[in-house]
């Protein structure tokens, strides 16, 4: 997952994290959340490290910049950091999402029962088609992209996933921004342009895929070269 742009800096109240550790503080999330359903009271740096699957060196500097630091011989507090990383991400109440573009992948991420855990809730789904304007998905009718602006305005949303094809992208970008939305989560493949104070972060499978393709490609590079050199050397 990448980042297009950030927003502007936060007020003096706010904590001034470096975009590495935002980047990280949902994975810790999850791993205490994992660790408060299986009873943990508290957690150790290294615990909650290998459960979110960084060194602990790492977790310690990004806590300590939330001012959180364990408790020598016994470790984090699991409900305390929650409440804390939640009050900083901005989940304390489950925020609306609007979903644009009910095609496959949009159908499965409106179906998806893991967003509400995560402090989030699909509250509108929009699409241009008209034939499947009307449809039903998990407790939401799909609305026509016309009525974005007032549902935006009714149910608050700041919040935009894009699902569409990459060339219906950009308007469909523009047409959110117009109507309030201030960030994207962006599922098509291709680089929109916003203005100053909208976030995107982008998704992209292919691109996740390549990189896996270059790691296959260099393990198969290093496990032939013995033998190549081998073969030089005789």
Known sequence: MSQQRTGPTDGPDFPDLPEATVARLPEYLRALHHLAEDGHDTVSSEGLAAAAGVNS??????????????????????????????????????????LVGVGN????????AGFGSRGFRIAALFDADLGRVGEHINGLVVRHIDDLPEV?????????????????????????????????????PCVLNVPDGVDVRKVDLAIELQILSFHEHRKSALTALPTAQKAVGT
């Open 57 to 98: 060196a790492k977790l310690r500097k990004d806590l300590s910049h939330l001012g959180r630091t364990g408790t020598r011989g016994v470790g984090y507090d699991v409900t305390l950091l929650i409440d804390q990383i939640e009050q900083v991400l901005g989940l304390t109440q489950r925020r609306a999402v609007a």
């Open 105 to 112: 992948l949009g159908h499965a991420l409106a179906g998806y």
């Open 152 to 188: 935006v305005a009714e149910e608050s949303i700041s919040i935009a996933v894009i699902a569409t094809p990459a060339h219906a992208a950009q308007h469909v970008a523009d047409r959110l921004v117009a109507a309030g939305v201030t960030s994207v989560l962006n599922f098509a």
